[in-house]
């Protein structure tokens, strides 16, 4: 069973930064895409940002492409992402998700397993 725990999430004020961190337990973690989406109110959950296994591939949402940026340690089975810039329309839970296929997500990011979310609320 692969767990995720995010954390990070807070209150901060518009062009501010916050960092977000997501722990997946499991042993295979270097074998796992892994993506962070938001869901604000009323809307749909939408990916923000994925990095495969290896690190070698990146995506971001056109939104934040530029202000965002998504890292994983493999030694600690963590995936990051620092968020600069905030604005208030960046308000949403933000989920951590993995891709439970092995060395897979370049193309398409299926995610199996995610985290409880943590909120991220900037006023402005």
């Known amino acids: 069973q692969v767990q995720l725990v995010e954390s990070g999430g807070g209150l901060v004020q518009a062009g501010g930064s916050l960092r977000l961190s997501c722990v997946v337990s499991?042993?295979?973690?270097?074998?796992?895409?892994v993506g962070w989406f938001r869901q604000a109110p009323e809307k749909e959950r939408e990916l923000v940002a994925r990095?495969?296994?290896?690190?070698?591939?990146?995506y971001y949402a056109g939104s934040v492409k530029g202000r965002f940026t998504i890292s994983r340690d493999n030694i600690k089975n963590t995936v990051y992402l620092q968020m600069n810039s905030l604005k208030p329309e960046d308000t949403a839970v933000y989920y951590c998700?993995?891709?439970?296929?092995?060395?897979?997500?370049?193309?398409?990011?299926?995610?199996?397993?995610w985290g409880q979310g943590t909120q991220v609320s900037v006023s402005s």
């Open positions: 998700a993995v891709d439970p296929r092995y060395y897979r997500g370049t193309i398409t990011f299926e995610p199996g397993y």
């Open positions: 499991g042993r295979t973690f270097s074998a796992y895409t």
């Open positions: 990095i495969t296994w290896n690190g070698a591939y990146t």
